[in-house]
């Protein structure tokens, strides 16, 4: 039982060594922390954060100024005041046919796709 007891540990060990990767950078910068070396790597995010943040920043201003500078007004087209349009009438909104029906001297698709296959398995 002992030894049955080990390989299944073992099994074990064996699969998550091979399928968690563990990263162990944390060491090391936990070392540099100790020493009092600087992160030069944070500082460069922290300035790259910053330059964005500006950047929005300055960004939706110009869109705010943008908005606040154009006005929206109803105007006269060609002399004429604008007037509102009237409701659309039900009838206009009844379905229409999408397509004719075929003509008694014309095949429908049905039939000539029919007719298309039979000629196909003669030939």
């Known amino acids: 039982p002992w030894f ?10 064996d699969v998550f060594i091979r399928r968690v990767a563990i990263n162990f950078d944390f060491v090391g910068k936990a070392i540099d922390r100790i020493r009092g070396k600087e992160d030069t ?7 790259r954060l910053d ?11 110009s869109m705010e100024r943008r908005r606040a ?11 004429t005041p604008m007037e509102p349009v009237a409701p659309m009438k039900q009838s206009s909104l009844e ?6 029906t075929p003509k008694a001297d014309e095949k429908s698709y049905t039939e000539r796709l029919l007719e298309a296959k039979r000629k196909a398995k003669k030939d």
């Open 41 to 47: 790597r944070s500082a460069q995010v922290t300035a």
């Open 4 to 13: 049955v007891l080990a390989s299944c540990g073992l099994f074990l060990g």
């Open 51 to 61: 330059a964005l943040r500006k950047n929005k920043e300055s960004l939706d201003d």
């Open 95 to 100: 379905a229409k046919p999408f397509a004719e």
């Open 69 to 79: 500078s154009v006005r929206f007004e109803p105007s006269e087209i060609e002399g």
